[in-house]
């Protein structure tokens, strides 16, 4: 019974967060935009901490926001978004998915996987930049409805975060929406 709620709930969501995206966008979309051209799988895989992202309605109200990949048997990846409500200590709220590579730096991420087929339940994932040691990745879709900067550690330093931006402003992306989320010291 919860899952079919849920479900229901998350179906209404993603179709009013369609529309909601359709109106809200942070990237010039006459900018191309670029993806690390090999993203290696494994090492992106385990626990990324949201440094910073854009507006959108499945995050509203969510501070100490992580994301969690591991490989599934058939090739797939399994994601775990956790996020606090309303504070560091606010009720802990998760969101599992599947992802799964669609070319190179793209994933194709679906939060109501029983429901991929349909079209508007898959969301795009781009990895833009991950750096070296994979310590900070930089992630946008085409469309600019939405961005994030995270990392391996709760905070980085002035000069990553800079980087970063460096590379969402690359890619189109307006600076001046772009929030950072609170984070529990480490």
């Known amino acids: ?12 969501a993603l179709s009013l967060g369609a529309l909601d995206a359709a109106a809200a966008t942070y990237r010039d979309q006459d900018v191309a935009i670029t993806t690390v051209p090999e993203l290696d799988v494994p090492r992106y895989m385990g626990l990324w901490y949201e440094i910073a992202r854009y507006p959108n309605n499945f995050e509203e109200n969510c ?4 994301a969690e990949y591991a490989q599934r ?22 969101a599992e998915g599947v992802a799964k590579l669609v070319g190179p730096g793209k994933l194709s991420v679906s939060f109501v996987p029983w429901l991929s087929w349909l079209p508007f339940t898959n969301g795009d994932y781009w990895v833009l930049d991950v750096t070296d040691g994979y310590e900070v990745a930089v992630v946008g879709n085409p469309d600019g409805s939405s961005g994030w900067i995270l990392a391996r550690e709760p905070e980085i330093s002035d000069a990553q975060f800079e980087a970063a931006t460096a ?7 307006d600076l001046a929406a772009l929030t950072r989320v609170p984070q529990p010291p480490k």
């Open 63 to 66: 501070v100490g926001v992580t």
């Open 1 to 12: 019974m919860f899952r079919s709620i849920l479900a229901a709930t998350m179906v209404a």
């Open 73 to 94: 048997e058939d090739g797939k990846i399994k994601v775990v978004n956790t996020c606090r409500k309303g504070s560091l200590d606010g009720p802990v709220e998760k």
């Open 167 to 173: 590379v969402l402003q690359q890619n189109g992306y």
